[in-house]
């Protein structure tokens, strides 16, 4: 080998070791055959004695083996009722205290029950004494000898008396509130009584003066048309006077035009009278006529709060420009306009408006608003 077999190192032609061996050379001695073949004949048969034997350990083994794991689950078993048998004893242990906890509490039932007996014997007697009459009490007082009874006895019948007492006291606070309630409530429902005929009375007047009130505005109603027509044909009457007197003025005002030069009186400073309108410049008529105007329309108008008549109530429309208005259920319908009254004098100027000629004054004012102012 490339190795010593000493040491296992490695070995080189250099490094060769000499080997020395221990035993004594015996090649010379000679041995005979049948005594050879005698040792291997002994030595085949403890051969087969030995494995024999090892054969019956081994199968001792696997029977000890068998035995062993059937002991393992024995001790499993056994180990499994140790614990259920513990967990039983526990269990049982502690059924042994609640039941050792309910023998206690039944003696100190029983114990509470003796004592309330002798106290229910006890106030059995006092009842009794307590509902029997005088006379009856009289005779149990005289019967009894004990002085704790009779203690007793006429505890309770100075507690009882001082109860009813104080029992009587607040019967008779609580009367005393009732009635003071009674006459406030009284009272009360006699303000509240009144209160209602009074607003009775209000709504009934309210209803009067809202029907006076309509009638009133259909009264009013009437007497402007009226004053409108009266209007219309006076202004007629008057314009061919009015013309006549106007036509220097109208002269003058053109040629102040012409020379881009016109006197404009204030209308606040003095007042609305023909002479001053006269005597003011066409400019300043134009301003008194809007002035006018203006306040002819601040006297229609009314307050907010009044309720408005049902004459001069616009058309109401929808929010929607299409005049859609919503039903609440998710819908929508459309709003029924109906038409309102014409009123008479507004039919009268238009057809007074359409008999007159169309004509181009350009940015003169016409000779009807001079007049109308």
């Not at 009013?220 to 009226?226: G, P, S």
């Not at 007074?352 to 004509?359: A, M, S, T």
Request: aromatic share 6%; hydrophobic share 25%; with cysteine.
């Amino acid at each position: 080998s490339k190795t010593c077999p000493q040491c296992r190192d490695r070995t080189t032609e250099r490094t060769i070791r000499r080997i020395y061996f221990n035993f004594s050379n015996s090649d010379n001695i000679a041995e005979d055959t049948a005594s050879l073949q005698n040792t291997i004949d002994s030595l085949t048969f403890q051969l087969k004695l030995r494995d024999e034997n090892l054969n019956k350990l081994t199968e001792a083994n696997g029977k000890l083996e068998t035995q062993t794991a059937g002991l393992r689950q024995e001790v499993r078993n056994v180990e499994s009722e140790m614990r259920s048998k513990n967990s039983a004893i526990l269990a049982l242990k502690e059924q042994i205290k609640f039941y050792k906890q309910q023998c206690s509490d039944a003696n100190n039932y029983r114990k509470e029950n003796e004592h309330l007996k002798k106290n229910l014997q006890h106030l059995k007697n006092v009842q009794s004494l307590i509902d029997s009459s005088t006379h009856e009490m009289d005779d149990k007082i005289l019967m009894t000898s004990d002085p704790s009874k009779l203690a007793t006895y006429i505890a309770v019948l100075k507690r009882e008396l001082k109860h009813m007492y104080n029992k009587s006291r607040e019967v008779r606070e609580k009367y005393k509130k009732l009635q003071q309630d009674y006459t406030r409530a009284s009272t009360e429902n006699k303000v509240l009584a009144e209160e209602r005929t009074k607003r009775k009375e209000m709504e009934e007047r309210l209803m009067i003066c809202e029907s006076e009130k309509i009638s009133l505005q259909t009264q009013l109603f009437e007497m402007q048309t009226n004053a409108n027509a009266y209007k219309c044909v006076s202004c007629n009457k008057t314009s061919a006077e009015k013309l006549k007197e106007e036509l220097p003025k109208l002269e003058d005002t053109v040629n102040l035009e012409k020379n881009d030069s016109c006197i404009i009186i204030n209308p606040d400073s003095t007042e609305d009278t023909p002479q001053s309108i006269k005597s003011q410049g066409f400019f300043s008529m134009r301003d008194n006529g809007i002035k006018r105007q203006k306040s002819s329309n601040s006297l229609k108008e009314t307050s907010i709060l009044a309720k408005k008549s049902k004459f001069y109530q616009p058309n109401q429309k929808t929010a929607s420009g299409s005049g859609m208005s919503f039903d609440g259920f998710g819908g929508h319908a459309r709003y029924d306009k109906f038409p309102n009254p014409i009123p008479s004098s507004h039919v009268k100027k238009s057809r007074e408006d359409l008999r007159k000629p169309k004509l181009d004054t350009g940015d003169n004012q016409k000779l009807n608003d001079i007049l109308h102012m």
